[in-house]
């Protein structure tokens, strides 16, 4: 039976197509409006391998494998999901550092202080450590993990906002890109529409040199 498209947008591709996602569980892949471009284990091997292949027009999204996750067995009662509705909240930005961009697909996260990309991005970036450069650390449910803060430029739909604190994670184990609130929601009201499967970046009339129209 074919999966009911509700919302058919580039933004919405991941969720519309997980049975082309599923065989790059726990992969690193870059598609187009239509497919699968290139896959690697590792954000930055995808990212060499891009280049190789010359390609072009791609968004980058890291596979979860919690996205395919199978019926469990909890006491003698089965559960398939705790979430009844299967929609990942993501949507395609475009990120600019100091020497490339990338487009890839971001969690949009109302409950994250600030935007955070994993180690592979900012080095594809351009990003670098400073030799002596003091790391801060962060904590959450499964440990800590440490980052150092950079600046960098999001493109969101047609607008575009410079100086975005942005949290630059320093391990390989961490695979998460998220939007949160800082200078981001500032600059949209961002909504979630679920039962639409969409999310709605409406451009603030607010005066500041951060946002380029």
């Known amino acids: 039976m074919n999966k009911r498209i509700i919302n058919d947008s580039i933004h919405n591709w991941v ?16 598609h187009n409006a239509n497919e699968v471009v290139a896959n690697a284990p590792t954000g930055s091997a995808l990212v060499q391998s891009i280049k190789e292949k010359k390609i072009t027009n791609y968004t980058i999204v890291f596979v979860h494998p919690t996205w395919f996750a199978k019926p469990v067995r909890f006491l003698p009662i089965r559960f398939k999901t705790l979430k009844k509705h299967e929609w990942t909240p993501n949507y395609e930005v475009t990120i600019a550092g100091a020497a490339q961009s990338q487009t890839v697909e971001m969690l949009i996260d109302s409950g994250a202080d600030m935007c955070l990309i994993p180690k592979w991005l900012g080095e ?8 002596g450069e003091i790391m801060q650390e ?3 449910i499964g440990g800590s993990v440490k980052y150092v803060m950079r600046n960098l430029t999001y493109t969101i739909n047609s607008t575009t906002i410079t100086e975005v604190p942005t949290a630059w994670v ?3 184990e961490v695979s998460d890109i998220i939007i949160g609130r800082e200078v981001i929601f500032d600059a949209f009201d961002v909504e979630f529409k679920q039962a639409d499967e969409m999310i709605v970046f409406k451009k603030r009339e607010v005066i500041t040199n951060k946002i380029n129209h």
């Open 15 to 30: 969720n519309n197509n997980r049975e082309l996602l599923a065989p790059y569980k726990g992969q690193w892949v870059a």
């Open 124 to 131: 594809s970036l351009g990003l670098a450590v400073s030799m």
């Open 138 to 140: 962060a904590f959450g």
């Open 170 to 172: 320093q391990t390989d």
